[in-house]
């Protein structure tokens, strides 16, 4: 886990490098391109479900330094560190260990284990492992409703500790309208289902409702993807930066990885009803054929 957080802490500097030292505009591009991208793999990496998915970093990284070699991406001040970077993080990515189970295991009592996936060494759906991400979901929320808010006008002003008008730029930028609802309208009803489809149920739901299991991981992934395109963006087609949407971007990519092994354990239990006998949507739903008469 430690090697993918260094990952992640690689991406983010990569991504704010170019607007501390000299790069060539080339140069930075590439550098706001690549780090969101290296950022948010080796956060996503860091769980052990969703560990695979830090391969996923090394042809970006490989990518990312071939390509600072050529011209106009070349210069005496980016190349160096965009190879550095992409380096580290190829080296990383292949010292990662793979330890199964090691995410969320922990002291639990006698009937927190029987609540346990077959196989598992840990209950996904207990209150302890959802209950920090329905109230990160929440904080995603309020952070996005607030961008709403001045979207729809509601406000005429809008807070940023760090890059001045660089918010109310993105913020009224076309891609904002693009849709008929605003942006961070349509970000502030995702965490919202997010938070929602988090708290139904209880600590056996990953068996007796996979379907909401599965909802939720619909919600959570595709949320964390537009988030990282969002942070591509600012930079390179805005020439600005926002910091409540980095927060709503870094909130998004944090509930990728602890929501899918929930997931996955609700997609393990409709294959083994499946191979007893029960349709697909029998156990989508929870339904167990073998109690049947």
């Known amino acids: 886990m430690r090697q993918q957080i260094l990952v992640s802490a690689l991406g983010v500097a990569l991504t704010a490098v ?27 990496g860091a769980f052990d479900v969703t560990r695979p998915l830090r391969w996923a970093a090394i042809p970006i990284a490989i990518l990312a330094a071939c390509t600072s070699v050529v011209p106009p991406f070349f210069a005496w001040s980016s190349t160096p560190i965009i190879i ?43 209150w302890t492992e959802r209950l920090p991400l329905v109230g990160v979901a929440l904080l995603g929320f309020v952070t996005a409703g607030y961008l709403a808010a ?7 002003t809008v807070w940023d500790p760090f890059f001045g008008r660089g918010t109310e730029r993105i913020l009224t930028s076309g ?15 995702g965490y919202l289902v997010d938070a929602v489809s988090a708290i139904i149920g209880g600590r056996n739901r990953w068996r007796t409702m996979p379907w909401i299991v599965i909802v939720f991981g619909i919600a959570v992934g595709p949320l964390g993807a537009v988030s990282v395109l969002l942070v591509i963006l600012q930079p390179i087609a805005f020439h600005a930066w926002c910091t409540l949407c980095l927060t709503s971007a870094v909130v998004s990519i944090v509930m990728i990885g602890p929501s899918m092994d929930e997931v996955l354990a609700g997609m393990q239990h409709v294959v083994r009803l499946r191979r007893r006998g029960a349709s697909w949507w029998d156990g989508f739903l929870g339904r167990d054929v073998s109690s049947r008469a």
């Open 18 to 44: 170019p607007g501390i030292t000299t790069f060539p505009d080339a140069a930075g591009d590439l550098a706001r391109i690549a780090g969101p991208m290296l950022a948010a793999l080796g956060c996503i």
């Open 175 to 189: 891609v904002s309208r693009l849709l008929p609802i605003p942006d961070a309208a349509l970000g502030a009803l």
């Open 84 to 126: 550095a970077v992409g380096g580290a993080a190829v080296w990383l990515t292949f010292a990662t260990p793979y330890q199964q189970g090691s995410y969320g295991a922990g002291a639990e009592d006698a009937a927190e284990r029987s609540s346990t996936p077959p196989g598992w060494s840990y209950n996904p759906s207990s």
């Open 150 to 156: 001045f979207q729809f006008g509601w406000i005429h």
